[in-house]
């Protein structure tokens, strides 16, 4: 008998079985597509030699993540690379706001009116980001705080809705920027902890930056599979799992799959339901000939760029998919 039986190779999947597999368990993991990595996949997509990520690409919060961290993922062949800006996001005047490793390059994008209120935002947090991060992500009651005063001042900052603390800005350079911070959730604006989302996002920038996986997002699922392997765990691919019946006896299965499947598989009726399921997105890939000619050049040497003219604009477009289930307007 196993000690757990993981059903879903994404990326959750995975870490919770490399997680076991560390402490001596025993565990197999089945997915139901030829490919691990559910999220973290990479495919020839448009052109043959183009080889696109179908689901997330950067990984601000996956170079940051303590998992990962804890594992010796580039033994593997996982290797993070950085463009000379994490983020920026360009206007249609041909400028751009930028998410920098540096908080003063950060600050002066906004220019001198938000230029202090950016800086005295967060730098009081990156001395002590690794804490703060494994904190903020810890489930509540799960685990004590490692640093409960600064997860509490963080919280002052954090539980309310983003446009609280977008108040704080005069002009709508930092405040775009940081309602695209809170775009990558795909959350209203208002919502609770909006603020927390975007300042996570802007301090993981400046604590190690927004890379991506050379050779595409399957790279990292590849090293969890491999470090998996030598930890004696096993993954069985092109395996669905229909019933309980389908998996070998195990002290624990571990599911990372959408609720509607949890339920199908293990018999649990009609439990989940009245299940909502949060808003997606749209996504296109480009086979390019060239670099996209942005006109601020800012945007030119970013590895993500965020498009939105204003914080209206973007807040509209999340309240449409969130709140109202429809496509935003172009």
Same mark, same amino acid.
């Given at each position: ?71 010796? /993922?580039? @033994?593997? %062949? +996982?290797?993070? #690379? ?8 360009? =206007?249609? *005047?041909?400028? !751009? ?53 600064? /997860?509490? @001042?963080? %919280? +002052?900052?954090? #539980? ?8 704080? =800005?005069? *002009?709508?350079? !930092? ?57 004696? %765990? ?17 002290? !624990? ?76 307007? !172009?």
């Amino acid at each position: 008998m196993l000690d757990a039986v993981v059903v879903g190779a994404g990326p959750n999947g995975l870490t919770a079985a490399v997680e076991l597999a560390r402490r001596g368990f025993s565990v197999a993991v089945f997915e139901a597509r030829s490919t691990v990595g559910g999220g973290a996949r990479t495919e020839e997509l448009t052109l043959p030699g183009f080889r696109h990520d179908p689901c997330s690409a950067a990984h601000p919060l996956g170079v940051n993540s303590p998992a990962f961290r804890a594992m010796p /993922l580039e @033994r593997y %062949g +996982l290797e993070w #690379l950085h463009a000379r800006l994490p983020m920026a996001h360009p =206007f249609p *005047d041909g400028s !751009a706001a930028v998410l920098s490793r540096s908080v003063a390059e950060t600050a002066a994008s906004f220019g001198p009116r938000d230029a202090g209120t950016y800086r005295r935002l967060v730098k009081p947090f990156l001395p002590k980001w690794d804490t703060l991060l494994r904190d903020f992500m810890s489930l509540p009651m799960s685990s004590l705080p490692r640093d409960p005063v600064t /997860l509490a @001042r963080f %919280g +002052l900052v954090g #539980l309310p809705p983003s446009t609280w603390l977008m108040r704080r =800005f005069r *002009d709508e350079r !930092a405040r775009a920027l940081f309602a695209g911070l809170v775009a990558h959730v795909i959350a209203p604006l208002d919502g609770i902890v909006t603020g927390g989302v975007g300042m996570v996002f802007a301090l993981a920038a400046h604590a190690r930056g927004w890379p991506v996986a050379r050779g595409g997002s399957q790279s990292l699922s590849d090293a969890l599979t491999a470090y998996l392997t030598d930890l004696g %765990g096993s993954v069985h691919t092109d395996y669905e799992v229909r019933r309980l019946d389908d998996l070998p006896p195990a002290r !624990a299965y571990v599911f990372d799959t959408s609720p509607a499947a949890l339920a199908r598989i293990a018999g649990l009726g009609n439990a989940y339901d009245g299940f909502r399921y949060g808003a997606s997105v749209f996504k296109v890939d480009y086979a390019l000939d060239g670099p996209v000619p942005w006109t601020a050049e800012e945007a030119r040497a970013a590895g993500t760029v965020q498009v939105g003219a204003s914080k209206e604009e973007i807040g509209a477009a999340l309240h449409a998919a969130s709140r109202a289930g429809r496509a935003p307007d !172009a």
